[in-house]
């Protein structure tokens, strides 16, 4: 615990300092007009061209002697970039910003970038050492100005730092103004909670189709890259399309580490799109099945209906322990199995339920009898009718709902929504809606 309450802060003032300093760091003598033009520029010519020689010239003369002065010089903005790459001083880079030309007064920065270049010390220390053993892998920001939301996004190689602010834009300013209002962070298998804190504004002082320049009241400069567009979605309307809600979907998989409302509505686009695609083309049910085969490790659930109304909501729960489901579609009768592991490999089963599955066209729905239990991957028993729905109801990993289900004669099922070599989204026969991830089968 001691170690906890000493990573909290630590965390926070990294984060905060990625977009801004920190409160009471803020001088308020210096100017927004201060800030956009760095100090460093007055070092010289002769000191600059002596570290960079001809990259440097190249990036001077792509801005300077481009016949469109309204353009973007993109042979500028190329070279500033293998310049953070190849980590040149500040000094250098600071000067190759500084003969952009500025961006106009509120130019459109919406969209998820990743970070190429910072010259603060507390995420560069983030970025270098990574988090308790945990290597750092990426850096981004996803800004939505239509939603006035911005969330920063430390990601580590088994953990995450998610820190989500309002921020307010105006037309007539390059200024951001923001204010953390949630903070969450994990290591391996730990998530907890963080209080945000902070607030604080940076100014960008160039943006194009691929980049972002800023900065702040310090005088710190951030150079960041175009990923994608925002992901900060709404509702369910927000994804742009069905690759990009996947995109979304797919990248929550893999990292655990994007936000409750993206997830859910993201969920729900796909829900919806694959529907009417499916609608409108009978073959993609089959497909899916055929996408379908294999073992699927729950990644996180909104829960049932009743368990939705107790958080108030379509709430998102990461999956705390290991899930796998294994459909075994080339067997007559298909075959599925729903295990509960010990251990993030699935080696060892606490309890293993098995049994037929049939695929329902045009609706692709999966239904599903369970006719036999193993417990500890030793023990096994054959189920009577119904007596899955039971257990599974009164543990808490099944819904009560399929207990109704069997009393009418009905079976357990879900509504299955997608499923491509990564990911797989369905409803279950208690209203919740899930996404897992494909992985390697356990061991019987």
Known sequence: MRCLHFLAPLLLTAVHAFVAPAPHRMSATRSPASVARSPRAAAGPSMIFDEIGKKFQEAVAAVTESPDAARRPSPA????????????????????????????????ITGRWELAYTSEKEVLFL?????????????????????????????????????????????SSPRVDFKFDSCAARWKGLELPLPPYGQGWFDTVYVDGSVRISRDVRGDTQVVTRVGPSELYASPESPASLEQAVSTLQRAAATKAVGPDAVI?????VERRMRENCKANSAKGSEQLEKLNGAWR????????????KLSGNK???????????????????????????????????????????????????????????????????????????????????????????????????????ADDSIATARGGGGGIALWTRTVAPMA
């Open 77 to 108: 903005v190329a070279v500033l970039l293998e310049l953070c790459r190849d980590g040149a001083p500040r000094e250098v880079i600071e000067a190759v910003i500084d003969k952009l030309p500025p961006s106009p007064a509120g130019a459109d």
């Open 316 to 418: 998102v729960n990461y999956f705390p322990i290991t899930a796998v489901q294994e459909f075994d579609t080339q067997s007559q009768p298909m075959r599925i199995s729903n295990g509960i592991y010990l251990d993030e490999a699935a080696r060892s089963a606490l309890v293993r339920f098995t049994g037929d599955f049939q695929w329902l066209l045009p609706q692709r729905k999966l239904e599903f009898d369970f006719d036999n239990i193993a417990l500890g991957g030793r023990l096994k028993f054959d189920l009577p009718k119904g007596k899955a729905a039971e257990l599974g109801a009164a543990s808490g990993l099944g819904s009560k709902g399929n207990v109704n289900l069997e009393k009418q004669g009905k079976k357990p099922f879900f509504l299955w929504s997608y």
């Open 298 to 309: 729950l990644v996180f659930t909104t829960g049932t209906l009743d368990t939705q109304a």
């Open 265 to 269: 509505n993201a969920l729900l686009f």
């Open 127 to 171: 970025r270098e050492n990574g988090l308790l053993g945990l290597p750092c892998t990426g850096i981004f920001q996803d800004i939505s100005t239509e939603q006035g939301r911005l969330e920063q996004l430390v990601l580590f190689d088994g953990g995450f730092l998610r820190v989500g602010s309002t921020c307010t834009t105006s037309a």
